[in-house]
Nanobody
């Protein structure tokens, strides 16, 4: 069983920072990618950022220059540092990991339960 446990959401004023964490635990043999998606009320879930096992990062245009994704391999944890937050960043943020649970099987996506980020004016 694989679990992605998120933390760090909350309420912040516009312009402020917030850091999200996502820790992967359970039985898996490798992680291909870890990252974040978000879903605002009435909107579809959208990509925010991802980090590959090789250390490459990719960001949505809307967060480039403001958000930074990093990882602690020893803890199977990724961190999303969010700076200069704006009201339009308000959403439920979901951790996503594509990982392999067996040596010979394919990799599958897993999701966290989501953490609320609210940015007020």
């Amino acid at each position: 069983q694989v679990q992605l446990v998120e933390s760090g959401g909350g309420l912040v004023q516009a312009g402020g920072p917030l850091r999200l964490s996502c820790a992967a635990s359970g039985r898996f043999v490798s992680i291909n990618t870890m990252g974040w998606y978000r879903q605002a009320p009435g909107k579809e879930r959208e990509f925010v950022a991802t980090l590959t096992s090789g250390g490459n990062t990719d960001y949505a245009d809307s967060v480039k220059g403001r958000f930074t994704l990093s990882r602690d391999n020893a803890k199977n944890t990724v961190y999303l540092q969010m700076n200069s937050l704006q009201p339009e960043d308000t959403a439920v943020y979901y951790c996503n990991a594509v990982l392999r649970t067996t040596m010979t099987g394919r990799a599958y996506p897993y999701w966290g339960q989501g953490t609320q980020v609210t940015v007020s004016l």
